[in-house]
């Protein structure tokens, strides 16, 4: 491992990653990537990774459409495969979340999001397989999907390795030293590197990195759980991926044959002692909630699953930030559960923030350290939170 860098991201998730890559492009080469375990074994490698563009405010809509805009040429644009796979995304709510939904589509589409309501009678054409009652509504995303978080992030890797970036895995960091009120080094399990730049990128454990320097941020693991169903592909080929707020859960198309849902309760956990298993109970009472919504599903079976974590803070929007007080630290945390789909993005303006001092492309001041002692949260439509 070298033993000076101009950058150390802590972290090999899909946001390190994506940041490696993009300091890579705009000329930052030397740097170094520590991952304590594998590429993408945090939060990443169990997403659902739905792309979605249904946001209440702006900078994550916008960010999340600009990212599309990178997964769907992700071998131009970066290098690699994304996997992505164009489904369409159907958010349904109901009567109590309906002015929502209207002014979240209204704001997206004047951002130029390709976006629309329908009604019930829309549905015959676009998805006649999904039932829905008089005092539910809807809007549709013909160009949203889903991709492969794995693949993104060891395409984003292997790149940022083409320029000249190192990976060292199985290395934590175990320490960032201050010294006058700067960064000055990395310490991890194999050595000390010497940087005037570390950037946290380490998902639910933010919060320990951050701890050691005397950095209090406001993260909490939250536990979602996904189920991985067998459909019935000879009466339901194929279905869009849907964010059902009117029953709190999701699903999407996984291949040509599986169905992914995402669903619980989203209760807070320890993030080193949680259940990374199913509660069968609970994946069943979602079970009957997606075939009230696709009554096709009746006829799925339950293939596994798992659980992952989604690290909070407590607007449910991250913070990509320099981190005040101490100069050359920089954190990108707290994606809240949504983080996949914007990460194109979060690499592009947080290595724009780091060079340049400022995300340029979107400006993410509205995601800002200081906003929570501000009092200046990001507001949501809706009580679903993950859809904020
Ligand atoms: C079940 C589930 C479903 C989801 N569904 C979606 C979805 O549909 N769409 C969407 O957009 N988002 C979704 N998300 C959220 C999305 O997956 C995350 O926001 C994103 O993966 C976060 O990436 P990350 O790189 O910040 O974190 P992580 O992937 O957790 O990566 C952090 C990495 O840091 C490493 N690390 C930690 N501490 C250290 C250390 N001291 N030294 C070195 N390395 C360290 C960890 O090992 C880990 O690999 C979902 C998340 C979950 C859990």
Redesign the pocket.
């Known amino acids: 491992m070298k033993s000076t860098a101009d950058v150390v991201i802590?972290?090999?998730?899909?946001?390190?990653?994506?940041i490696l890559f993009n300091l890579g492009r705009m000329g930052v080469t030397d740097t170094l990537l520590?991952?304590?375990?594998?590429?993408?074994?945090?939060?990443?490698?169990?997403?659902?990774?739905?792309?979605?563009m249904h946001y209440s405010n702006p900078v994550t809509a916008t960010m999340?459409w600009e990212s599309l805009g990178i997964f769907t040429n992700f071998n131009e644009v970066v290098g690699g495969e994304a996997g992505f796979v164009e489904t369409g995304y159907l958010v349904i709510v109901n009567q109590e979340d309906s002015a929502g939904l209207a002014s979240n589509v209204a704001m997206q589409y004047s951002l130029g999001i390709d976006t629309m309501r329908v009604t019930a009678l829309d549905l015959q054409d676009i998805a006649p397989m999904v039932s829905v009652n008089e005092t539910e509504f809807m809007a549709w995303e013909p160009q949203s999907g889903?991709a492969d978080?794995y693949m993104v992030?060891t395409s984003y890797v292997t790149r940022a390795r083409e320029f000249g970036a190192e990976i060292v895995l199985r290395?934590?960091?175990?320490e960032i030293e201050v010294s006058g009120g700067r960064v000055i080094a990395v310490v991890?399990a194999e050595g000390r590197v010497e940087t005037p730049v570390a950037v946290v990128?380490?998902?639910?454990?933010?919060k320990?990195?951050l701890a050691q320097m005397g950095v209090d941020v406001p993260l909490v693991p939250v536990?979602?759980?996904?189920a991985s169903l067998t459909r019935p592909v000879d009466k339901l080929p194929l279905h869009p991926t849907v964010g059902d707020i009117a029953q709190s859960f999701?699903f999407?198309p996984d291949g040509s044959s599986m169905t992914m849902m995402?669903f619980g309760d989203d209760e807070e956990v320890d993030l080193e002692t949680y259940n990374q298993g199913v509660d069968m109970d609970v994946m069943a009472d979602a079970l009957g909630r997606l075939s009230r919504r696709i009554p096709a599903m009746e006829d799925a079976y339950f293939r596994g699953g798992?659980?992952?974590?989604?690290?909070t803070t407590p607007d449910w929007h991250?913070i990509l930030d320099a981190v005040p007080g101490i100069e050359g630290l920089y954190c990108?945390?707290g994606?809240?559960?949504?983080?996949?789909?914007?990460?194109p993005m979060i690499g592009v303006t947080m290595a724009e923030l780091i060079v340049e001092g400022a995300g340029k492309t979107v400006d993410i001041s509205p995601l800002r350290f200081s906003r929570f002692e501000e009092g200046d949260l990001l507001g949501s439509s809706y009580r679903y939170r993950?859809l904020a």
Not at 306 to 311: E, H, I, K, M, N
């Open positions: 802590v972290g090999g998730g899909v946001i390190g990653a994506s520590l991952e304590k375990d594998v590429l993408g074994s945090g939060s990443t490698g169990r997403s659902q990774a739905i792309c979605r999340a889903y978080p992030t290395n934590p960091a175990t991890t990128a380490a998902g639910p454990w933010s320990l990195v536990r979602h759980q996904v999701s999407r995402g798992w659980s992952g974590l989604f690290t991250p990108a945390v994606f809240s559960g949504h983080g996949f789909k914007l990460s993950v």
